[in-house]
């Protein structure tokens, strides 16, 4: 296959998913749901998650580059940067799970890598392919419910267990890694940035975070909304929640996740404690890869470009430059 046209008729490309967390059994799901054949590759040989989905494993990430089509990068953030310009080096397409980089300038690399090397590159930004959210903002954007004029969005549960994501300085936080979705969100709902403030309690130590932690980020968009995160890993066994709302001159929109009323919550499956809300009936993780693989196929771009990746990249970097000036508003 060559990687600067379109997939032949008839054939899914191969793919190779590098890293084996939570999120790869969410992943390796929606690429068998197209046929696509898959292999996979980790740091710890993930032998359980290959007999689960019938797959081989690869013996390094070089191995798997050059086996494959298009590379899924679910490792640790740190890990994106050089993963990502190797597989696009041999003209691979890639899936990058979020943050895209580490900073906005890593990011913008990628972005410009992808374009240099004629593949594309998706920021796995799932919740736009959530059907709650994508309604929002299709109603938003159509004037629904008049001009928008404030978000509030909310992101909370059990923390992961995994000890590099409370770790700043090795590519963790909870602003980079958890609130970075509603940050998405609200760019995606209200446009550019121009100001971002932020506060977290406790603060880290040496880069360091302590659990429970909680923050807020604020927005100020150029359009002239304002949006409010919240979001927090808490104590162990904590239910995972997620809310939006969206308040226009003409009126409101709102969701949440653990409302019992809600058509998204049935039959839902656990997903990532502290990450995303859980799978549900509406197959987000399914729909984000089927837009990907269609966009490759037919060359439109996904509903997530490079961009969109960058951008929220650089809003997070802002809300830690805030966090450093004791929470005063940074430009974006």
């Not at 978000?151 to 090795?170: H, I, K, M, V």
Request: hydrophobic share 45%.
């Amino acid at each position: 296959m060559n990687p600067h046209e379109p997939a032949p008729p008839g054939r899914m490309p191969r793919v190779g998913l590098i890293g084996a967390g939570a999120i790869a059994a969410a992943h390796l799901d929606a690429w068998q749901a197209l046929g696509a054949e898959c292999v996979i590759s980790s740091r710890t040989r993930p032998t359980a998650l290959a007999e689960r989905f019938g797959v081989e494993i690869a013996d390094d990430a070089d191995a798997l580059i050059d086996r494959v089509d298009i590379v899924g990068i679910l490792a640790p953030t740190p890990t994106h940067l050089d993963l990502a310009l190797r597989a696009m080096a041999r003209g691979r397409h890639v899936v990058c799970e979020k943050p895209l980089a580490l900073t906005s300038a890593e990011a913008q690399r990628l972005a410009g890598a992808a374009d240099a090397a004629g593949v594309r590159l998706l920021p796995a930004h799932v919740v736009r392919y959530f059907a709650a959210y994508r309604r929002i903002q299709q109603a938003v954007a159509a004037g629904g419910i008049g001009a928008l004029q404030t978000l509030r969005l909310s992101r909370a549960g059990a923390g992961p267990t995994t000890a590099w994501f409370y770790d700043e300085n090795a590519g963790g936080g909870l602003i980079r890694d958890l609130l970075i979705h509603d940050i998405d969100q609200a760019l995606w709902l209200a446009g550019p940035v121009t100001a971002v403030s932020a506060r977290q309690d406790p603060p880290s130590i040496g880069g360091r975070l302590s659990a429970p932690v909680t923050a807020a980020v604020e927005l100020t968009h150029a359009s002239g909304v304002t949006s409010r995160i919240d979001g927090g890993w808490l104590g162990e066994g904590v239910p995972f929640r997620t809310t939006i709302e969206a308040v226009g001159t003409a009126g409101a929109l709102a969701h949440d996740s653990l409302a019992h009323d809600s058509a998204d919550g049935a039959g839902a499956v656990p997903a990532a404690p502290g990450h995303l809300p859980p799978q549900t009936d509406d197959h987000p993780y399914r729909a984000q890869i089927a837009d990907f693989a269609d966009a490759i196929r037919t060359g439109r771009d996904a509903r997530v470009t490079p961009a969109d990746g960058v951008a929220a990249v650089a809003v997070v970097d802002a809300a830690y430059a805030s966090l450093a000036a004791d929470g005063a508003p940074v430009s974006v």
